[in-house]
């Protein structure tokens, strides 16, 4: 069947303008703006290989803000997430990199403020009391300290970028309860470590939709996947290097990180 040259012509048109609709642009012109990726080892993807030459601050090429970046080209990319940060080590040395015409910018903070470190290693290395006391510690320090230094760490944020998407990751529960686990920490332990999680994703939500932001809640994101569970485990146990225990690997960056943030920014 021939079609008139007309009915071709006017057929043309609407493709090109479809195409043009749904995004079949060049790779160049569907870049993204500015990205900030801002935190601690979290952030930095401790825990996941392949750092590079970043040094201490552990940069993993497995981490999500590095899998976002390499998904969706933005205009700029400033990675100054970094292993050990606490909220003080974002404001002096990374929320510079947050300028006005960033478009998005990722954080995780809190847990090296809270001390969360200390109760790992408390908890691997005395009893069943003294693991519950540091956690309990801990909680305390995020219900009423970790609040006003979050708002110190968000506040430069908004001032600096008024216009951008700020996505703030939260921590994973690192142990699942009643799992399958039949050597290491016990129970009392785990939950004890879980709690501290919750205690730390009640505040940092709490401020983060305060300052408006997007909060990814990695309880949920990592749920099925953490360490004593029955299916792939996205955290770290006990490893060597030591620094990288109790960190997503690159499976948890990937799956419990990543794919969150693309679906929302």
């Not at 970790?146 to 944020?157: A, D, F, M, S």
Request: contains cysteine; positive net charge; glycine residues 8%.
């Amino acid at each position: 069947m021939r079609f008139p040259r007309s009915v071709l012509r006017s057929t043309l048109v609407a493709a090109v303008a479809a195409a043009t609709v749904i995004g079949l642009a060049s790779p160049a012109s569907a870049a993204a703006g500015k990205y900030v990726a801002l935190g601690d080892s979290y952030s930095s993807g401790t825990g996941a290989g392949s750092y590079g030459n970043s040094g201490s601050c552990m940069r993993s090429a497995n981490s999500y803000p590095q899998l976002w970046a390499n998904a969706n080209a933005p205009s700029t990319f400033s990675f100054v997430a970094c292993s050990g940060a606490v909220t003080s080590d974002v404001l002096n040395n990374q929320v510079s990199a947050v300028t006005s015409n960033t478009a998005l910018v990722t954080i995780s903070i809190g847990g090296n403020d809270a001390g969360f470190a200390d109760v790992m290693v408390a908890c691997n290395t005395s009893s069943d009391s003294t693991c519950v006391n540091r956690n309990n510690q801990a909680q305390d320090f995020a219900r009423t300290t970790l609040p006003g230094r979050l708002n110190n760490v968000y506040t430069q944020i908004r001032n600096r970028a008024p216009n951008a998407r700020v996505v703030v990751l939260g921590y994973p529960h690192i142990y699942h309860l009643n799992g399958s686990c039949w050597v290491g920490l016990s129970e009392t332990k785990r939950a004890a470590i879980n709690r501290s999680s919750d205690v730390l994703a009640s505040v940092i939500s709490g401020r983060a939709a305060a300052y408006g932001f997007t909060y990814i809640d990695a309880r949920n994101t990592f749920d099925g996947h953490e360490i004593c569970a029955s299916g792939s485990r996205w955290i770290n146990s006990v490893t060597w290097p030591v620094v990288e225990s109790y960190h997503p690997n690159a499976a948890g960056q990937r799956g419990g990180y990543y794919n969150a943030l693309e679906s929302v920014a």
